[in-house]
């Protein structure tokens, strides 16, 4: 009988160490940026260890879908998703993820801009918490704007835009132009213009395909004005780095996640840059979109659904933990309330002591939603050709080059075209 006791007490406190260990699946900079909030998880469920593991970007999305496909095998408690690939997760394996209404995360809807849902809930399931957000905005050299005369403060259009790249051509002789496009590698300003003006690949209920709607046609048209104006290079992700160090461009149009690029990549031009906000299509109009941003999810298989719901929470819900994030790591955060915290009322030295935190999640409430659906990386692909052949000139207008492309994404996705 002793022993029978003793083997149970045994079984007990194996399950119970089990059960107060939490594994959690990220990438880059996000394991110490999430590492920071454990102690303060830590003091609401004392004893439950937390191994929160790099596992590389890419290693994280196809592990995911090869777990969800073997039904939840070695998946981890915590899973971070981009919220663009998503929805791959949420379509192909519906079961794979916990819906965390079961939880409670209902009630944290009103804690997050709209945009930010647009692409973690199906079926009215909510299948992930909002962790980081790129909301966009120019980054700018203010040494090279001040060279050229040009005044920040009277950009508030793309024609403005234009119009002070123009300038700066002038000034420096063709050698310095306002920004960097990733022509034929990515449509990534094709993206942040749609959706600054409320139009993407597909329709908010994922249900047709949209890209040819006037918005996204605006969009492009606007793009192909930049680039036949002159004022943006042509580079990908290497080259848009090569010319800020050289300082060869003086602006970077990006979600706002790019700060952080630009201080680790040029170091020595600190104080030199500054930020204000993404153009508008026409005066008034809005000046925000989106790039970029990530969320929490939790695996069906976890064993720890609750405790690590109360993670996910401590972690994105927690105001002093996102300012913390932001402050030490870059991260912007999808958290209304932090709009409330006067950390973002500091200046970042690199920036020249501009409270640049204050402007850019000052735009989280205008981000017009966007979905991306599951078929999200088959439409990029489509429309970073489209985009590169209407720049090369081999479309008659932006409207033709989308037609084209909707088709083709239609044709790829089974998806029809909006009428």
Same mark, same amino acid.
Not at 202 to 207: H, I, K, Q, V
Not at 245 to 272: C, M, R
Not at 287 to 312: T, V
């Given at each position: 009988?002793?022993?029978?006791?003793?083997?149970?007490?045994?079984?007990?406190?194996?399950?119970?160490?089990?059960?107060?260990?939490?594994?959690?699946?990220?990438?880059?900079?996000?394991?110490?940026?999430?590492?920071?909030?454990?102690?303060?998880?830590?003091?609401?469920?004392?004893?439950?260890? !937390?191994?929160?593991?790099?596992?590389?970007?890419?290693?994280?999305? &196809?592990? %995911?879908?090869? %777990?969800?496909?073997?039904?939840?095998i070695d998946l981890p408690d915590v899973y971070l998703v981009e919220?663009?690939?998503?929805?791959?997760?949420?379509?192909?394996?519906?079961?794979?993820?916990?819906?965390?209404?079961?939880?409670?995360?209902?009630?944290?809807?009103?804690?997050?801009?709209?945009?930010?849902?647009?692409?973690?809930?199906?079926?009215?399931?909510? #299948?992930?918490?909002?962790?980081?957000?790129?909301?966009?905005?120019?980054? #700018?050299?203010?040494? *090279?704007?001040?060279?050229?005369?040009?005044?920040?403060?009277?950009?508030?259009?793309?024609?403005?835009?234009?119009?002070?790249?123009?300038?700066?051509? $002038?000034?420096?002789?063709?050698?310095?132009?306002?920004?960097?496009?990733?022509?034929?590698?990515?449509?990534?300003?094709?993206?942040?213009?749609?959706?600054?003006?409320?139009?993407?690949?597909?329709?908010?209920?994922?249900?047709?395909?949209?890209?040819?709607?006037?918005?996204?046609?605006?969009?492009? &048209?606007?793009?192909?004005?930049?680039?036949?104006?002159?004022?943006?290079?042509?580079?990908?992700? !290497?080259?848009?780095?090569?010319?800020?160090?050289?300082?060869?461009?003086?602006?970077?149009?990006?979600?706002?996640?790019?700060?952080?690029?630009?201080?680790?990549?040029?170091?020595?031009?600190?104080?030199?840059?500054?930020?204000? *906000?993404?153009?508008?299509?026409?005066?008034?109009?809005?000046?925000?979109?989106?790039?970029?941003?990530?969320?929490?999810?939790?695996? $069906?298989?976890?064993?720890?659904?609750?405790?690590?719901?109360?993670?996910? !929470?401590? $972690?994105?819900?927690?105001?002093?933990?996102?300012?913390?994030?932001?402050?030490?790591?870059?991260?912007?955060?999808?958290? /209304?309330?932090?709009?409330?915290?006067?950390?973002l009322d500091e200046g970042v030295p690199f920036f020249d002591n501009?409270?640049?935190?204050?402007?850019?999640?000052?735009?989280?409430?205008?981000?017009?939603?966007?979905?991306?659906?599951?078929?999200?990386?088959?439409?990029?692909?489509? /429309?970073?050709?489209?985009?590169?052949?209407?720049?090369?000139?081999?479309?008659?207008?932006?409207?033709?080059? *989308?037609?084209?492309?909707?088709?083709?994404?239609?044709?790829?996705?089974?998806?029809?075209?909006?009428?």
């Amino acid at each position: 009988m002793k022993r029978l006791t003793l083997f149970l007490a045994v079984l007990a406190l194996v399950g119970f160490s089990q059960a107060q260990t939490l594994r959690v699946w990220v990438w880059d900079i996000n394991k110490p940026a999430l590492e920071s909030t454990i102690a303060s998880f830590q003091e609401l469920h004392p004893g439950v260890e !937390v191994i929160i593991e790099d596992i590389g970007n890419q290693n994280a999305f &196809d592990r %995911g879908l090869a %777990g969800c496909a073997a039904g939840g095998i070695d998946l981890p408690d915590v899973y971070l998703v981009e919220n663009n690939e998503a929805e791959v997760f949420w379509a192909q394996f519906p079961d794979c993820f916990t819906d965390l209404r079961t939880l409670g995360a209902e009630a944290l809807r009103p804690a997050f801009p709209e945009f930010k849902w647009a692409e973690l809930m199906m079926d009215g399931a909510i #299948y992930a918490i909002p962790y980081d957000s790129g909301p966009t905005a120019i980054f #700018y050299r203010r040494d *090279l704007y001040q060279q050229a005369g040009i005044d920040v403060d009277a950009i508030e259009t793309w024609d403005d835009f234009i119009a002070a790249g123009q300038q700066m051509l $002038a000034a420096t002789g063709g050698a310095v132009r306002m920004g960097t496009v990733a022509k034929g590698a990515d449509d990534e300003w094709f993206r942040m213009l749609a959706n600054q003006n409320g139009c993407f690949y597909f329709d908010l209920a994922g249900e047709s395909v949209t890209v040819n709607q006037p918005g996204c046609v605006q969009a492009l &048209d606007t793009l192909k004005r930049l680039v036949d104006a002159g004022v943006l290079a042509i580079g990908g992700w !290497v080259e848009q780095i090569q010319l800020i160090q050289n300082s060869a461009v003086a602006s970077a149009f990006f979600g706002s996640w790019y700060g952080g690029v630009i201080q680790a990549e040029a170091p020595d031009q600190a104080g030199l840059w500054g930020v204000y *906000l993404t153009p508008a299509q026409e005066p008034g109009g809005v000046r925000a979109s989106n790039l970029g941003g990530s969320a929490l999810a939790i695996p $069906a298989s976890s064993q720890n659904q609750e405790l690590a719901y109360d993670f996910i !929470v401590n $972690a994105l819900a927690n105001v002093d933990n996102q300012i913390h994030i932001l402050a030490n790591y870059g991260l912007i955060p999808s958290l /209304l309330a932090t709009l409330e915290h006067p950390y973002l009322d500091e200046g970042v030295p690199f920036f020249d002591n501009q409270p640049v935190w204050r402007l850019i999640l000052g735009t989280l409430g205008e981000v017009p939603p966007a979905r991306g659906t599951e078929f999200f990386q088959e439409a990029r692909n489509i /429309l970073t050709a489209a985009v590169s052949d209407y720049l090369d000139g081999r479309h008659p207008s932006a409207q033709a080059a *989308l037609d084209t492309a909707a088709r083709q994404i239609s044709s790829a996705t089974g998806l029809p075209i909006a009428p």
